[in-house]
Nanobody, 127 residues
Framework: QVQLVESGGGLVQAGGSLRLSCAAS????????MGWFRQAPGKERDIVAA????????YYADSVKGRFTVSRDNAKNTVYLQMNSLKPEETAVYYC????????????????????WGQGTQVTVSS
């Protein structure tokens, strides 16, 4: 099992940028598929982005394409989410999640497909 700890959240004005980090413990991070999710108050948890174990394959929700970038550094056991041009409606708790990859260099987009979760980091975008 991998323990995940997010950081980098905070308060930012609309149009601003933040970079979230998710640090993982454990020796198997390089074989882990990673995802970023967010949950606003009263709403369901939604996928934001995902990245395969190698970093070669990535997924973005339509709402963040062109503004967010997911990346990973397996040597540092860390996955990142660079968020640009943030909007007030993107205020939420952001979570990173991980799971082992099964036989392929793919990503997963459903939260039920992930086993390990961080505690979340609050992102607040003011208008």
């Amino acid at each position: 099992q991998v323990q995940l700890v997010e950081s980098g959240g905070g308060l930012v004005q609309a149009g601003g940028s933040l970079r979230l980090s998710c640090a993982a413990s454990g020796r198997t991070f390089s074989s882990y598929v990673m995802g970023w999710f967010r949950q606003a108050p009263g709403k369901e948890r939604d996928i934001v982005a995902a990245i395969s174990w190698s970093g070669s394959n990535t997924y973005y929700a339509d709402s963040v394409k062109g503004r967010f970038t997911v990346s990973r550094d397996n040597a540092k056991n860390t996955v990142y989410l660079q968020m640009n041009s943030l909007k007030p409606e993107e205020t939420a708790v952001y979570y990173c999640a991980g799971r082992t990859a099964l036989f392929s260099d793919r990503y997963y987009v459903e939260d039920t497909e992930y086993r390990d979760w961080g505690q979340g980091t609050q992102v607040t975008v003011s208008s």
